[in-house]
């Protein structure tokens, strides 16, 4: 539970979730993102890690075991998103060490393409290391060091954030809904975010799963993993838009929005530039932790599918990942497209595929005995109803009308 809380709680978090509200709508997409998390995003985390836990196997065993339809040709797709998907996704999160390396060092931090690329490498690299010692021995015990200081540090930034000259009309934004930014385009932003946050779209969750024991709570870990992503998420709301608006940064400014603020906040703090080291350094770690997530589902596929070692995978990973990120650093707004497509649109459809594949294929009754499988929550029948019905329709209901709006636009 603990790796799985890391991995839900990362940039998804602190650099999109901000930058997503700033350009799709402010409060009305935050209500949105919040009741998507609770309609879909907790029974989606409950139905893939019941997936994964039911049929033994990740992503590349759990779709051709639970005999859904087509299984190898999604599973491919899966597995082709979460590679494209991590690939920006990593190039955020060394944008990040760049940025530590910026408040410690200054000018001398060097933001040449050369540079850029080896904190890139160095971000991969490191990511594949910790792997190398597994879930439990890598991610989980970062997980218990990080995600503490993590919360702790947004928590002084908050207070500094929301003394800012100025940063109660920020406040107003986050809080204060407008009628006319409840639109489709909104609709598709706030799922996106509610199932890349979570680390739903039937691959991460999947893979963890069929590491859960008996023993393991479903219900009451997806409950748990949800309420900390989401307080991240809120938590980096008071620190980025209140601020923003006090120092005249456009929230619909796009992906650079972190990274545009944050500086500014620290100039304005006793010892800001120690305090950014520490900051950027935390976020890096956290955000190590997703981007680990998705390089495990890749490796636990090639193991699986091909017999290919754990290191072997590893050093594949490592040099097929370096290779596409020079897009991200090379093409502009390649990240925001990027993000569109494989992040937004691609993990709910593969959401969409995990709930399929759990009640259409294992059946309702194993997938409810699942679910209800060691906890002493209250799992209601209908809950399968909604996961066979109300769950894919109101998903691809949503693509649609977004797309359309998107378009239209």
Do not use: K
């Not at 998907?85 to 410690?104: K, N, P």
């Amino acid at each position: 539970m603990l790796a799985t809380a890391g991995v839900a709680i990362g940039l998804g978090n602190i650099w999109r979730f901000p930058y997503m509200m700033g350009r799709y709508g402010g409060a009305a997409f935050l209500l949105l993102y919040l009741g998507i998390v609770l309609a879909f995003g907790v029974p989606v985390l409950m139905a893939e890690w019941a997936l994964g836990r039911a049929t033994g196997r990740g992503p590349w065993g759990a779709y051709r075991r639970a005999r859904l339809p087509g299984a190898g040709f999604w599973t491919v797709l899966l597995l082709v998103t979460v590679v494209m998907a991590s690939s920006y996704y990593g190039v955020v999160i060394a944008m990040v060490l760049q940025a530590a390396a910026v408040e410690l060092l200054g000018r001398a931090a060097s933001s040449t393409l050369p540079a850029q690329m080896g904190y890139t490498v160095a971000t991969i690299a490191l990511a594949c290391g910790v792997l190398a010692m597994g879930v439990r021995g890598g991610i989980e015990r970062i997980s218990r060091v990080a995600l503490p200081i993590f919360f702790l540090l947004f928590l002084v930034l908050i207070v500094r954030s929301l003394t800012l000259p100025g940063a109660g009309a920020g406040l107003r934004e986050l809080l204060v809904p407008r009628a006319d930014a409840f639109r489709g385009t909104t609709a598709l932003a706030a799922m996106g975010q509610a199932i890349f946050s979570l680390g739903v779209g039937g691959t991460f969750m999947v893979a963890y799963g069929s590491y859960m024991g008996h023993d393991d709570d479903i219900p009451r870990g997806a409950a748990l993993t949800a309420g900390a992503d989401v307080a991240a998420a809120l938590m980096a709301g008071l620190v980025i838009v209140p601020a923003a608006v006090a120092m005249g940064v456009a929230l619909d400014g796009g992906p650079g929005l972190l990274f545009d603020v944050m500086p500014r906040v620290f100039a304005l703090m006793p010892g800001g530039h120690a305090f950014g080291v520490l900051f950027y350094l935390a976020v890096f770690i956290v955000a190590l932790l997703s981007l680990m997530a998705a390089y495990e589902v890749v490796v636990q596929a090639l193991g699986t599918g091909l017999g290919w070692s754990r290191s072997r995978a590893l050093v594949v990973v490592l040099i097929v990942e370096a290779a596409l990120s020079i897009p991200a650093w090379t093409v502009g707004r390649y990240i925001e497209w990027s993000d569109l497509i494989w992040g937004t649109t691609m993990q709910p459809i593969g959401a969409v595929l995990a709930v399929v594949a759990l009640v259409w294929c294992v059946g309702r009754s194993v997938s409810l005995q699942e679910i209800r499988r060691s906890t002493s929550m209250p799992v209601p029948g209908w809950l399968i109803l909604w996961m066979r019905y109300g769950i894919p329709a109101g998903i691809l209901a949503t693509l649609a009308y977004g797309w359309y709006d998107t378009v239209a636009r």
